[in-house]
T-cell receptor, first 109, second 114 residues
Framework: SQQGEEDPQALSIQEGENATMNCSYK?????LQWYRQNSGRGLVHLIL?????REKHSGRLRVTLDTSKKSSSLLITASRAADTASYFC?????????FGAGTRLFVKA | GAGVSQSPSNKVTEKGKDVELRCDPI?????LYWYRQRLGQGLEFLIY????????KSGLPSDRFSAERTGESVSTLTIQRTQQEDSAVYLC????????????FGPGTRLTVL
């Protein structure tokens, strides 16, 4: 079974709105990563947050991590049509990284 | 610099045939991963190589799947006696040493088994 599971499975918003995606996982982690996948650029790394961090920012991205709840959230502020993609959280499961099923984000212009 | 490359980009094969997929990681990346992604789904871990250590093969779905890596360079994923359920995009990624670093993904090989 997958370590990380995102919700919602799909999200549709208007350009300019914020988008929030959540990830829950099952076992202790050393870090959690978020990746984006779209048809143009494939899978790219967005941000990594370590288990001793609670919040991290990168441009319009804000990631939080709550290890007590085994959950993380990815917030994209002021969304753009170009943010349309699938977003995956990935956690370290031993010596391998385990990806969730992803959230499909659609940003309408 | 060059990213992760994979070949072929597309492969159509008949059921029962063997296929070989290739991955060229970023130079200097000691860790290499193979994943499978079925249409509309997430990434399914297949195998992980780290330097000269024994690979983590725990994700390989059956003994028809195997992978090799020579040192810290090219890797090949072989699927024998392909089945229709093997149809998917096969993604390769590499990273600096260890599983806790950012992974850089190749464009994938889209495999279609007829």
């Amino acid at each position: 079974s997958q370590q990380g599971e995102e919700d919602p499975q799909a999200l549709s918003i208007q350009e300019g709105e914020n988008a929030t995606m959540n990830c829950s996982y099952k076992t202790s982690i050393n870090n959690l990563q978020w990746y984006r996948q779209n048809s143009g650029r494939g899978l790219v790394h967005l941000i990594l947050i370590r288990s001793n961090e609670r919040e991290k920012h990168s441009g319009r991205l804000r990631v939080t991590l709550d290890t007590s709840k085994k959950s993380s959230s990815l917030l994209i502020t002021a969304s753009r049509a170009a943010d349309t993609a699938s977003y995956f959280c990935a956690t370290d499961g031993g010596f391998k990284t385990i990806f969730g099923a992803g959230t499909r984000l659609f940003v309408k212009a | 610099g060059a990213g992760v490359s994979q070949s072929p980009s597309n492969k159509v094969t008949e059921k029962g045939k063997d296929v070989e997929l290739r991955c060229d990681p970023i130079s200097g990346h000691t860790a290499l991963y193979w994943y499978r992604q079925r249409l509309g789904q997430g990434l399914e871990f297949l195998i992980y190589f780290q330097g000269n250590s024994a690979p983590d093969k725990s994700g390989l779905p059956s003994d028809r799947f195997s992978a090799e890596r020579t040192g810290e360079s090219v890797s090949t994923l072989t699927i024998q006696r392909t089945q229709q359920e093997d149809s998917a995009v096969y993604l390769c990624a590499s990273s600096l040493a260890g599983p806790y670093n950012e992974q850089f993904f190749g464009p994938g090989t889209r495999l279609t088994v007829l």
